[in-house]
């Protein structure tokens, strides 16, 4: 991947490029809303400032340095990113891998690289980057992020060049919302788009969860069609639906669990106010109607095949196989 791998910003990614071949040392920060892909940006430039042969369009790819770079095996790129214990990014870390670091030489790159996201750094933390953040040694970049640069103390904000994101048009918005979402069609891509409020990150996640919303919408018509489906339709036909949809299993299992949940409610309950799926309620109610022989027991069985799945994909089973032994439990159970 280069800049022109990234949509929109575009005179962020020239003037980063040229950066990046003039290889100066100094101290960037990106800042901009969360979800306008300022860690994109981050990771790239860093690749071209480690890149043995960057050009216009930042690092060239295949070089030893590219390489280690994407295989996060470089020894001069240090990420500090949001920590998986606690809020904030510990004083100690700071002072340890980034400070105590950043006097150390590049060991095969011609700079060492810090990306620093400071919506994770506290007061202390970054009081102790100031000295490092002043007088950077000639072959150290810093590039920051901070998606709200009041949280981020003025000692600091006077020592950066920041380059503050632009907004994204709505062709690029489609283009990206396009790429993370390959199957969606043209209208819901749209929808999504007007309503993120020009955020990249909304715009997917918005077009996400439409997607999940036909995936619950497949996954019922699959479960109500169950008590009369062959073993061959499930061993084919069904299993190539959750094939399709192998990037998404926790919504597969989640939506089978929703429509198992229904069904209970509708067999205790026919007359109850609100299930999980509205949107499918008649369909639902048909089923329950025309499938007396299911009961609580049966759908407990059901609930337990799919948590089998989830704890299988959890540790890595291969999905196809995952899935065909829990769609075969499930008919079992649901066959008439
Ligand atoms: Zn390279």
Do not use: W
Request: with cysteine; aromatic share 8%; net charge negative.
């Amino acid at each position: 991947m280069a800049f022109s791998a990234i949509t929109g910003q575009k005179q962020i990614k020239i003037r980063l490029a040229a950066e990046a071949q003039r290889r100066g040392s100094g101290v960037y920060m990106l800042s901009g809303p969360e979800g306008t892909g300022k860690r994109l940006l981050a990771e790239e430039f860093a690749k071209a400032l480690m890149c043995f042969d960057a050009g216009r369009d930042g690092a060239c790819g295949v070089c030893s340095n590219c390489k280690y770079f994407d295989n996060f095996t470089t020894p001069d790129v240090t990420r500090v990113y949001e920590p998986s214990d606690t809020k904030n990014v510990k004083v100690v870390f700071i002072k340890d891998y980034v400070v105590a670091e950043s006097y150390l030489k590049p060991q095969f790159a011609r700079t060492k690289t810090f990306i620093i996201d400071f919506d994770y750094l506290g007061v202390e933390s970054q009081n102790a980057l100031l000295k490092s953040l002043e007088e950077p040694s000639k072959d150290v970049v810093f590039i920051l992020t901070s998606s709200n640069t009041d949280t981020v103390l003025d000692t600091v904000m006077s020592r950066v060049t920041e380059i503050k994101l632009e907004p994204y048009s709505d062709e690029e918005l489609e283009e990206i919302v396009k790429a993370n979402c390959p199957d969606l069609e043209e209208t819901k891509i749209r929808t999504a788009v007007y309503n993120s409020g020009r955020i990249p990150g909304k715009a997917i996640s918005l077009a996400k969860e439409d997607s999940g919303v036909s995936i619950r919408h497949e996954i019922n018509s699959i479960m109500i069609a169950m008590p009369e489906s062959s073993y061959i339709d499930v061993l084919e036909d069904y299993c190539d639906v959750l094939t399709g949809f192998k990037d998404d299993y926790k919504i597969v299992a989640s939506s089978i669990l929703l429509f198992l949940d229904d069904v209970g409610r509708l067999v205790n309950y026919p007359d109850c106010r609100k299930i999980n799926n509205e949107m499918d309620r008649d369909a639902i109610e048909r089923f329950v109607a025309m499938n007396k022989h299911i009961d609580t027991l049966k759908l407990g069985r059901c609930s337990e095949a799919v948590n089998t799945f989830l704890r299988a994909l959890e540790v890595n089973s291969n999905f196809d196989s995952s899935a065909s032994a829990m769609l075969l439990r499930i008919h079992e159970v649901l066959k008439k």
